[in-house]
């Protein structure tokens, strides 16, 4: 039986020996838990309520998930088959939520266990020692990869309960949430494709909006508008990424309190060539550019790169954001000859970029992309310990690799004035939605932030 780390990956055609499983979710608390299943579409977005499976709508509409009582007391499980699923439906998230004003700080203990027929093959364990304010959280996810789906732990929460997991899968929920199911605003029953309708039409919806300009200071939603208004022909493409990440910054409005310069480093090793060459760097380009813009009001993101060597090139604009990664300084290939491509020196391009921004008195957030085999672990042990006296918030970003070292052991790093660093694990950019992309790096950045401001180290 495998155990599931946070974050960790699998394959389901591999552990289960095909794509028909059962998934049981236990958990031990002093609180009743409602469980639930959203079948999402590949934006990440509940675009079909019959595939929103919880206690009062148990089966989907082919029986393709079924939920059914647990083996063991409080558990609940559920019955995939995953093959018979229809193509828009491109995730599955398994979530708990309370009602009222308790946290999941609360549960004793809790786990997800993946069946293959009566034997389980893997289990992912947490605890609510490992929440907080939470009264939701996200457990765990299956995804589509080629002609196989894939098994990813999450454990990620949300303060808002049922009302705000709803909201963050592209639902919205009439009125506050009762105790009973919410009612998602939906036509009544299935209907037949709609022609293409002429007029725009705002995904978001009105309410959403209103919450945004509600929760965030004018000139942050000034900014907004502005970079809204500027996706237009080449730029037209980001509109998506503004909208998600929007309402991200919505729930998270202490962000705006202090502007914060994004710079995104960006591993340009020869092992990265194919990420690049098939535009998959490009698409970290336009996500982080979207993230960047929308947190300063500099239009623009510094952007470095390293392979033995690291060096900084043009800044992204709107103007040249759409094909950076192929036009910029001659593009990739000429990238990985300048930067001596045969291996990837993180401490390098840490090192310059603490020499260039650490001296600014203002908060930086760091995007730093890297495949994994860490040059020297200690070098960046040592660099996060000496940066942590400087407002640098270095957000790691592991992609389509291995072995990453330290950084999946930040939270031992002793000797940091301030927890300036975290670890995010990804296969490809899109395992995660651009909204819950955004929404863990925007989690991350205001706690830093909080404690930045009440250790004094801005001043």
């Not at 494709?193 to 945004?212: D, E, K, M, T, Y």
């Amino acid at each position: 039986m495998l155990d599931f780390l946070r974050g960790q990956k699998e394959s389901v055609r591999r552990l289960c020996s095909g794509l028909e499983l059962d998934l049981e979710l236990y958990h031990k608390a002093p609180l009743e838990i409602d469980i639930g299943c959203f079948g999402l579409d590949a934006a990440g977005r509940l675009s079909d309520e019959r595939y929103f499976v919880f206690y009062n709508q148990k089966n989907s509409p082919k029986n393709e998930i079924v939920l059914r009582d647990g083996v063991a007391s409080g558990a609940v499980r559920f019955h995939l088959c995953l093959d018979q699923l229809p193509s828009h439906i491109a995730k599955l998230s398994f979530t708990a939520a309370i009602d009222g004003t308790r946290t999941m700080q609360e549960l004793e203990k809790g786990h997800v266990c993946l069946f293959r027929g009566q034997e389980e093959v893997g289990r992912y364990s947490y605890t609510g020692g490992q929440f907080s304010a939470e009264r939701a959280i996200v457990i765990c996810k299956l995804y589509r990869r080629g002609d196989d789906w894939r098994f990813n732990a999450v454990g990620r929460g949300f303060n808002g309960g049922l009302k705000a997991l709803v909201e963050h899968f592209g639902g919205t929920v009439a009125g506050s949430v009762p105790s009973t199911p919410p009612m998602i605003n939906r036509p009544s029953s299935p209907s037949p494709p709609q022609q293409p309708n002429p007029s725009p039409r705002n995904p978001a919806g009105p309410s959403l909006v209103q919450n945004i300009v509600a929760s965030l200071p004018n000139h942050v939603c000034s900014r907004m508008d502005n970079l809204a208004r500027q996706c237009r022909g080449d730029t037209e493409y980001l509109t998506s990424l503004y909208k998600n990440m929007f309402a991200s910054f919505a729930r998270h409005p202490d962000v705006a309190d202090l502007p914060v310069q994004v710079v995104t480093c960006m591993d340009a090793s020869g092992s990265m060539f194919d990420l690049y060459r098939n535009g998959r760097m490009q698409r970290v380009i336009d996500k982080f550019f979207a993230f960047a813009t929308t947190l300063s009001d500099i239009a623009s993101m510094d952007l470095w790169a390293f392979g033995a060597k690291s060096r900084q090139f043009g800044a992204v604009t709107m103007d040249n954001v759409r094909d950076y990664t192929f036009a910029e300084a001659g593009g990739f290939e000429r990238w990985m000859s300048m930067l001596n491509y045969q291996y990837n020196n993180e401490p390098e391009a840490m090192r310059d970029i603490m020499m260039i921004y650490g001296a600014l008195r203002k908060p930086v957030m760091v995007l730093f992309i890297t495949d994994g085999r860490l040059s020297s672990d200690w070098e960046i042990e040592e660099i996060l310990i000496k940066t942590s006296r400087f407002p640098i918030y270095w957000q790691f970003v592991g992609l389509h690799g291995e072995e990453y070292g330290v950084l999946e052991r930040l939270q031992e790093i002793d000797g940091r004035r301030s927890e300036n660093a975290a670890f995010l694990k990804l296969d490809d950019i899109d395992d995660l939605s651009d909204s819950a992309l955004y929404e863990s790096l925007l989690s991350n950045l205001e706690g830093w932030l909080k404690e930045i401001q009440y250790k004094h180290i801005l001043e």
